[in-house]
Protein backbone atom coordinates (compact mmCIF):
# COMPACT_ATOMS: atom_id res chain seq x y z
CA UNK A 1 0.00 0.00 0.00
CA UNK A 2 0.96 3.83 -0.10
CA UNK A 3 3.34 4.85 2.40
CA UNK A 4 3.85 7.95 4.10
CA UNK A 5 4.55 11.29 1.46
CA UNK A 6 5.69 14.60 1.94
CA UNK A 7 5.73 17.63 -0.37
CA UNK A 8 7.97 19.19 -1.58
CA UNK A 9 10.72 17.31 -1.91
CA UNK A 10 12.85 20.42 -1.85
CA UNK A 11 12.63 24.02 -0.82
CA UNK A 12 14.92 26.79 -1.57
CA UNK A 13 13.74 29.94 0.45
CA UNK A 14 15.61 33.17 1.63
CA UNK A 15 15.92 34.02 5.31
CA UNK A 16 13.41 35.10 6.34
CA UNK A 17 10.54 34.06 4.50
CA UNK A 18 7.78 31.37 5.93
CA UNK A 19 7.56 28.41 4.35
CA UNK A 20 4.91 25.32 4.58
CA UNK A 21 5.81 21.50 4.66
CA UNK A 22 3.41 18.74 3.99
CA UNK A 23 2.76 15.15 5.35
CA UNK A 24 0.32 13.02 4.25
CA UNK A 25 0.23 9.80 6.33
CA UNK A 26 -0.54 6.33 6.10
CA UNK A 27 -4.05 5.30 5.97
CA UNK A 28 -5.71 4.60 9.10
CA UNK A 29 -2.39 5.65 11.46
CA UNK A 30 -3.56 7.70 14.01
CA UNK A 31 -0.30 8.50 15.17
CA UNK A 32 2.15 11.39 13.43
CA UNK A 33 5.80 12.65 14.24
CA UNK A 34 7.56 15.31 12.80
CA UNK A 35 11.65 15.34 12.97
CA UNK A 36 14.27 17.20 11.44
CA UNK A 37 17.87 15.57 10.44
CA UNK A 38 20.81 18.09 10.27
CA UNK A 39 24.29 17.71 10.49
CA UNK A 40 24.84 18.92 13.95
CA UNK A 41 22.19 17.94 15.74
CA UNK A 42 21.11 14.64 14.37
CA UNK A 43 17.59 13.25 13.77
CA UNK A 44 15.47 15.40 16.50
CA UNK A 45 11.72 14.67 17.49
CA UNK A 46 10.20 18.12 16.89
CA UNK A 47 6.04 17.25 17.25
CA UNK A 48 3.48 14.77 17.94
CA UNK A 49 -0.31 14.14 17.00
CA UNK A 50 -1.66 11.52 18.56
CA UNK A 51 -6.23 11.19 17.20
CA UNK A 52 -7.98 14.31 18.31
CA UNK A 53 -5.73 14.61 21.32
CA UNK A 54 -3.73 18.21 21.89
CA UNK A 55 -0.46 17.55 20.00
CA UNK A 56 2.95 16.88 22.60
CA UNK A 57 5.04 20.26 20.97
CA UNK A 58 8.32 19.91 23.60
CA UNK A 59 10.53 18.92 20.47
CA UNK A 60 9.38 23.01 18.80
CA UNK A 61 12.83 24.69 19.10
CA UNK A 62 11.20 28.13 18.44
CA UNK A 63 7.62 29.43 18.38
CA UNK A 64 8.55 30.06 14.57
CA UNK A 65 7.43 26.50 14.53
CA UNK A 66 4.61 25.42 14.47
CA UNK A 67 2.53 22.60 12.62
CA UNK A 68 -1.37 21.41 12.44
CA UNK A 69 -3.12 18.30 11.66
CA UNK A 70 -6.84 18.56 9.64
CA UNK A 71 -8.85 16.04 10.01
CA UNK A 72 -6.51 13.81 11.69
CA UNK A 73 -5.25 13.28 8.37
CA UNK A 74 -2.67 14.98 6.51
CA UNK A 75 0.03 17.34 8.77
CA UNK A 76 1.58 21.17 7.78
CA UNK A 77 4.89 22.13 9.47
CA UNK A 78 5.13 25.74 9.11
CA UNK A 79 7.94 27.61 9.59
CA UNK A 80 7.80 31.38 9.97
CA UNK A 81 10.60 34.15 9.71
CA UNK A 82 12.92 31.46 8.31
CA UNK A 83 16.69 31.22 9.36
CA UNK A 84 19.50 29.76 8.19
CA UNK A 85 19.77 27.06 10.77
CA UNK A 86 16.70 25.64 10.00
CA UNK A 87 18.57 24.29 6.76
CA UNK A 88 17.53 19.97 7.64
CA UNK A 89 15.94 17.36 6.06
CA UNK A 90 12.00 17.57 7.71
CA UNK A 91 10.85 14.22 8.12
CA UNK A 92 7.47 13.24 9.18
CA UNK A 93 6.61 9.10 10.35
CA UNK A 94 3.26 7.67 11.04
CA UNK A 95 2.28 4.79 13.08
CA UNK A 96 -1.15 2.77 14.13
CA UNK A 97 -0.14 4.86 17.61
CA UNK A 98 0.34 2.62 20.33
CA UNK A 99 3.81 2.32 21.81
CA UNK A 100 4.86 -0.91 20.45
CA UNK A 101 4.11 0.29 16.89
CA UNK A 102 6.72 0.92 14.36
CA UNK A 103 7.05 4.41 12.56
CA UNK A 104 7.00 4.20 9.35
CA UNK A 105 8.82 7.77 7.91
CA UNK A 106 8.32 9.94 4.27
CA UNK A 107 10.83 10.11 2.13
CA UNK A 108 11.26 13.65 3.61
CA UNK A 109 11.65 17.21 2.25
CA UNK A 110 15.10 19.42 1.99
CA UNK A 111 14.61 22.51 3.25
CA UNK A 112 17.90 25.06 2.47
CA UNK A 113 17.46 28.70 3.58
CA UNK A 114 19.62 31.35 1.97
CA UNK B 1 14.89 10.55 29.77
CA UNK B 2 16.21 8.25 27.13
CA UNK B 3 19.04 8.01 25.12
CA UNK B 4 21.21 6.04 22.02
CA UNK B 5 25.06 5.85 21.71
CA UNK B 6 26.28 4.79 18.16
CA UNK B 7 30.00 4.89 19.40
CA UNK B 8 30.73 4.31 15.68
CA UNK B 9 30.74 6.63 12.84
CA UNK B 10 32.25 4.46 10.23
CA UNK B 11 32.21 0.48 9.91
CA UNK B 12 34.48 -0.59 6.98
CA UNK B 13 33.39 -4.26 5.80
CA UNK B 14 34.49 -6.46 2.90
CA UNK B 15 31.64 -7.82 0.93
CA UNK B 16 30.84 -11.74 2.30
CA UNK B 17 31.98 -10.86 5.48
CA UNK B 18 30.56 -10.55 8.83
CA UNK B 19 28.98 -7.15 9.79
CA UNK B 20 28.24 -5.74 13.58
CA UNK B 21 27.10 -1.74 14.16
CA UNK B 22 27.02 -1.63 17.76
CA UNK B 23 24.16 0.69 19.64
CA UNK B 24 23.83 1.31 23.38
CA UNK B 25 20.83 2.82 24.94
CA UNK B 26 19.81 4.33 28.38
CA UNK B 27 15.80 4.53 29.58
CA UNK B 28 14.68 4.64 32.95
CA UNK B 29 11.75 2.17 32.33
CA UNK B 30 11.74 -0.68 29.65
CA UNK B 31 13.38 -0.31 26.32
CA UNK B 32 11.29 -0.45 22.87
CA UNK B 33 14.75 -0.65 20.66
CA UNK B 34 14.86 -0.43 16.69
CA UNK B 35 16.63 0.01 13.96
CA UNK B 36 16.29 2.25 10.56
CA UNK B 37 18.81 2.68 7.40
CA UNK B 38 19.04 5.83 5.10
CA UNK B 39 19.87 5.32 1.73
CA UNK B 40 20.97 8.51 0.11
CA UNK B 41 18.33 10.93 -0.47
CA UNK B 42 15.52 9.04 1.22
CA UNK B 43 13.67 8.51 4.57
CA UNK B 44 13.86 5.92 6.90
CA UNK B 45 13.40 2.85 6.54
CA UNK B 46 12.64 0.09 9.01
CA UNK B 47 14.69 -2.65 9.71
CA UNK B 48 13.22 -4.32 12.62
CA UNK B 49 12.42 -3.45 16.36
CA UNK B 50 12.63 -5.33 19.88
CA UNK B 51 9.62 -5.10 21.83
CA UNK B 52 9.62 -8.31 24.33
CA UNK B 53 10.42 -11.73 24.14
CA UNK B 54 13.11 -13.34 22.58
CA UNK B 55 16.24 -11.51 22.72
CA UNK B 56 17.45 -12.27 18.89
CA UNK B 57 15.13 -10.32 16.35
CA UNK B 58 15.29 -11.13 12.37
CA UNK B 59 14.36 -8.09 10.12
CA UNK B 60 14.26 -7.13 6.28
CA UNK B 61 17.35 -8.32 4.35
CA UNK B 62 18.67 -10.41 6.39
CA UNK B 63 19.65 -8.24 9.12
CA UNK B 64 19.18 -9.14 13.03
CA UNK B 65 20.03 -7.53 16.37
CA UNK B 66 20.51 -9.29 19.55
CA UNK B 67 18.99 -7.43 22.96
CA UNK B 68 21.45 -7.63 25.94
CA UNK B 69 19.33 -6.32 28.76
CA UNK B 70 22.66 -6.50 31.18
CA UNK B 71 24.86 -4.87 28.59
CA UNK B 72 22.32 -2.31 27.60
CA UNK B 73 22.96 -3.09 23.82
CA UNK B 74 21.08 -3.56 20.88
CA UNK B 75 23.90 -4.22 18.14
CA UNK B 76 22.47 -4.54 14.88
CA UNK B 77 24.46 -7.98 12.70
CA UNK B 78 24.68 -9.50 9.14
CA UNK B 79 26.44 -13.05 8.39
CA UNK B 80 27.26 -11.69 4.73
CA UNK B 81 27.62 -8.50 4.04
CA UNK B 82 26.29 -7.19 0.67
CA UNK B 83 27.97 -3.81 -1.21
CA UNK B 84 24.06 -2.61 -1.36
CA UNK B 85 23.95 -2.76 2.20
CA UNK B 86 25.82 0.34 2.17
CA UNK B 87 23.65 2.64 4.08
CA UNK B 88 23.63 5.53 7.15
CA UNK B 89 21.99 2.85 10.09
CA UNK B 90 20.53 4.79 12.74
CA UNK B 91 19.33 3.19 15.83
CA UNK B 92 16.33 4.12 18.23
CA UNK B 93 14.67 3.86 21.52
CA UNK B 94 11.53 4.55 22.61
CA UNK B 95 11.22 3.87 27.15
CA UNK B 96 7.98 2.06 27.58
CA UNK B 97 7.11 3.59 30.64
CA UNK B 98 8.11 7.07 30.71
CA UNK B 99 7.23 8.00 27.44
CA UNK B 100 3.68 9.46 26.65
CA UNK B 101 4.40 10.69 23.61
CA UNK B 102 5.99 7.51 21.82
CA UNK B 103 8.75 9.84 20.09
CA UNK B 104 11.67 8.09 19.38
CA UNK B 105 15.02 9.14 20.24
CA UNK B 106 17.83 7.94 18.18
CA UNK B 107 21.90 7.63 18.02
CA UNK B 108 24.17 9.92 15.86
CA UNK B 109 24.15 6.93 12.90
CA UNK B 110 26.71 5.17 11.75
CA UNK B 111 27.70 4.87 7.79
CA UNK B 112 28.16 1.32 7.00
CA UNK B 113 30.85 1.03 3.99
CA UNK B 114 31.00 -2.82 2.41
CA UNK B 115 33.69 -2.88 -0.18
CA UNK B 116 33.56 -5.32 -2.89
Known amino acids: GAGVSQSPSNKVTEKGKDVELRCDPI?????LYWYRQSLGQGLEFLIY????????KSGLPSDRFSAERTGGSVSTLTIQRTQQEDSAVYLC????????????FGPGTRLTVL | AQSVAQPEDQVNVAEGNPLTVKCTYS??????LFWYVQYPNRGLQFLLK??????LVKGSYGFEAEFNKSQTSFHLKKPSALVSDSALYFC??????????????FGGGTRLMVKP
Open chain 1, 93 to 104: ASSMGLAVDTQY
Open chain 1, 27 to 31: SGHTA
Open chain 1, 49 to 56: FQGNSAPD
Open chain 2, 27 to 32: VSGNPY
Open chain 2, 50 to 55: YITGDN
Open chain 2, 92 to 105: AVRDFLNNAGNMLT
